[in-house]
């Protein structure tokens, strides 16, 4: 099936700072990929939207200038957390989509703890 | 706006038992329904995929059922093993591709 990779797997960081996370599509083309958050016990929430070559498209009380997402190529897109704070510690898990299929495949997830 | 609900929130049996998940969403108006599967602190992974015209799907010792008129789905794992032992996710697709999730069941299945 397909691979879709994500790096750092984890990140630990100081409030204040900002971190970018990685989401590669391997061996397909993504022309649409997701961004979703996940904290303990609960579900995965999508974040935002990403068509390659646009602008994203964030769901409603996501602040777009705090998670800057940038999907440059057909294989990649990056999530940016800007400032971080400890309330952003979360598991970030992306999504790829490819332009002839129905099926979304999951990365294996980044965890980001903000001390 | 769409709602996926899953019940049980955790399910605990012994190895060989056969079981069911569910999972209930508001809206009918739906594209697909998905099932996946979470490890502790892993990614997803796709397990079945039905289409909204469809009724079930089968892959091995798992099963899916969709009625979408009442808003139902149900997995079906035959002859549980303790590498069963995961987080269930439901989720819907509406418009494009947007998936909602419900909040999962978490089996556990003992040796």
């Known amino acids: 099936g397909a691979v879709v990779s994500q790096h750092p797997s984890w990140v630990i960081c100081k409030s204040g700072t900002s971190v970018k996370i990685e989401c590669r599509s391997l061996?397909?083309?993504?022309?649409?990929m997701f961004w979703y958050r996940q904290f303990p016990k609960q579900s995965l929430m999508l974040m935002a939207t990403?068509?390659?070559?646009?602008?994203?498209?964030?769901e409603q009380g996501v602040e777009k200038d705090k998670f800057l997402i940038n999907h440059a190529s057909l294989t990649l897109s990056t999530l940016t957390v800007t400032s971080a704070h400890p309330e952003d510690s979360s598991f970030y898990i992306c999504?790829?989509?490819?332009?002839?299929?129905?099926?979304?495949?999951f990365g294996p997830g980044t965890r980001l703890l903000v001390l | 706006k769409q709602e996926v609900t899953q019940i049980p929130a955790a399910l605990s049996v012994p190895e060989g038992e056969n079981l069911v998940l569910n999972c209930s969403f508001t809206?009918?108006?739906?594209?697909?329904l998905q099932w996946f599967r979470q490890d502790p602190g892993k990614g997803l992974t796709s397990l079945l995929l039905?289409?909204?015209?469809?009724r079930e799907q089968t892959s091995g010792r798992l099963n899916a059922s969709l009625d979408k008129s009442s808003g139902r789905s149900t997995l079906y794992i035959a002859a549980s093993q303790p590498g069963d032992s995961a987080t269930y996710l439901c989720a819907v697709v509406e418009n494009g591709s947007r998936l909602t999730f419900g909040e999962g069941t978490q089996l556990t299945v003992n040796p």
């Open positions: 999504s790829a989509k490819a332009p002839t299929q129905e099926t979304q495949y």
């Open positions: 990403s068509n390659e070559g646009s602008k994203a498209t964030y």
């Open positions: 061996d397909f083309q993504a022309t649409t």
């Open positions: 809206d009918s108006a739906i594209y697909n």
């Open positions: 039905i289409q909204s015209s469809q």
